[in-house]
């Protein structure tokens, strides 16, 4: 497995990876567009990094590094259905730990569902505190 960041090319193949799961956003009927694909891989904020086995990417991790406030924050991650406990999430969940860890930030941190238990599981394997619990409220402005 290779880990890299994601380029202009796996746009259609993260936008098909994260609408493959309802995990990803505070409510069901809320789906991903091309548009916020292209920004999380071309945007000034976000830093997009894709897992890949043999050219097919299986895990892709979004994240925000605030390096004044020396933290770092995970958007999101995801790995698809079928590559799912084999180790593909840890890595890429360390690799976002060296990248903290390169920029010497201090704190990652993210959000889950309440009912990812997968995330749940892993999140506290690898030694990550949980804390409190979340309502989402949305509004599509037309």
């Known amino acids: 497995m290779k880990i890299r960041k994601a380029r202009k090319t796996d746009l259609k193949e993260i936008l098909e990876l994260f609408n493959s799961s309802f995990n990803l956003t505070g409510d069901d009927n809320l789906r991903y567009k091309a548009y916020h694909i292209k ?31 020396k933290y770092l924050y995970v958007e999101n991650l995801i790995v698809k ?52 619990k979340w309502s989402f409220f949305w509004k599509e402005i037309k």
């Open 81 to 132: 259905k079928e590559f799912r406990k084999s180790g593909v999430a840890s890595n890429l969940e360390s690799y976002v730990e060296n990248i903290a860890k390169k920029n010497k930030l201090n704190l990652i941190y993210f959000y889950s569902e309440e009912n990812n238990k997968a995330m749940a599981k892993l999140s506290k394997k690898l030694k990550f505190i949980e804390g409190k």
């Open 39 to 69: 920004e999380y891989i071309e945007g000034p904020i976000f830093n997009t990094f894709v897992a890949e086995i043999n050219k097919e990417i299986i895990g892709v991790v979004l994240i925000i590094i605030f390096k004044k406030a």
